[in-house]
């Protein structure tokens, strides 16, 4: 690992500064599942590491009625999952935070980390000698992406599992800065870019993210396909979230996929599908295919074919809806 200096600043104000001060030089620590790993295969050699274990202002999950959840940053993924608020009220949001890794990474990682994980593909996330014998490649000291050489784009995939749960909730996200603070829906803040990643500048934080409301007592599910159920980043993951009438049909339905693009997508035209209606074979089906084309997973992976991982990521809709929607059936 790289020599840096460590920061342990004990407001957000001073985070900020520190931040501006240091800018690109710098990065910010949260529960390092991410970073230190990308440190030690010198991914990234940050002079600065501002470590924001401290910032006990962002660690609340509140919920109120009128203005809807918030949950902070630096809360723990293990205490999300675990949230008595969050499995009744907000059930998309338990389900992904209780799959993310493992135990031990979720008592470790944060909310606020896991929207902001580093895109990941084969030829990216290796040790420097590895990435060196290949040319490296256009996401990290090289010139070409190897999983699209005649492009000039990282097809890097992002693979957070909160992020579409929260799309699925039409979530925002807070963050501050030294210009002052402002909050952006998270499917503005995401980028389709595997170098990119996200409307972040390099001296702003996230400090958290805010559902609104109307979104509370949605049904809703995340599901993954990854080799290792305990261990892994998904190689295809879909949340569903929906407003269900007590008569059992939907009212409103949101789906989102992850790890099949280089960006969480919300996928467009299910509601026209599924409003209403109660579910068939045909339906899903239809409802498989509009995130088959949504997702566009390419060569980040060796672990499973790009055209599986469409595949399986139709599949997962599917049940997703199945799961959420099962008092029509």
């Not at 520190?18 to 800018?23: C, D, I, N, V």
């Not at 991410?34 to 440190?39: A, F, G, Q």
């Not at 006990?56 to 919920?63: K, N, T, Y």
């Amino acid at each position: 690992m790289a020599s840096f200096r460590l920061h342990r600043p004990q407001t957000l104000g001073e985070a900020v500064r520190l931040l501006e001060e240091h800018g690109a030089q710098a990065k910010l620590l949260a529960g390092g599942s991410d970073l230190v790993v990308n440190m030690r295969m010198r991914i990234e050699t940050p002079a600065h590491v501002i470590d924001l274990s401290r910032l006990d202002e962002l660690r609340a999950i509140e919920f109120d009625p009128e203005r809807g959840l918030r949950i902070g940053a630096l809360v723990r993924l293990n205490e999300l999952a675990e949230d008595d608020l969050i499995r009744l009220r907000f059930p998309v949001i338990a389900s992904a935070a209780s799959q993310v890794a493992g135990p031990n990474i979720r008592n470790m990682g944060t909310v606020g980390g896991n929207l902001c994980l580093d895109t990941r593909c084969v030829y990216y996330n290796q040790s420097y000698f590895w990435r060196k014998a290949n040319g490296f490649c256009l996401k990290k000291d090289g010139a070409i992406c190897h999983v699209a050489p005649g492009g000039k784009r990282c097809w890097a995939a992002y693979s957070g599992d909160l992020a579409p749960a929260l799309l699925a909730l039409d979530a925002a996200i807070d963050i501050a800065g030294p210009r002052g603070e402002r909050s952006v829906k998270l499917a503005q803040f995401f980028v389709n870019d595997g170098i990119k990643k996200y409307e972040l500048a390099s001296d702003e934080i996230v400090c958290g993210v805010r559902v609104a409301p109307e979104f509370a007592d949605w049904r809703g599910v995340y599901l993954k396909y990854r080799v290792r159920s305990s261990v892994d980043y998904p190689l295809a993951g879909v949340a569903v979230a929906a407003r269900v009438r007590e008569d059992g049909l939907c009212d409103d339905v949101r789906v989102a996929i992850t790890a099949v693009n280089p960006s969480p997508r919300l996928v467009d035209g299910v509601r026209e599908l599924v409003i209403g209606q109660t579910l068939s074979a045909e339906t899903l089906e239809q409802v498989a295919e509009l995130v088959r084309r949504t997702a566009k997973p390419l060569r980040t992976t060796v672990a499973a074919s790009t055209s599986y991982r469409r595949h399986i990521v139709g599949v997962l809709a599917k049940r997703g809806l199945i799961e959420t929607l099962k008092a029509q059936r």
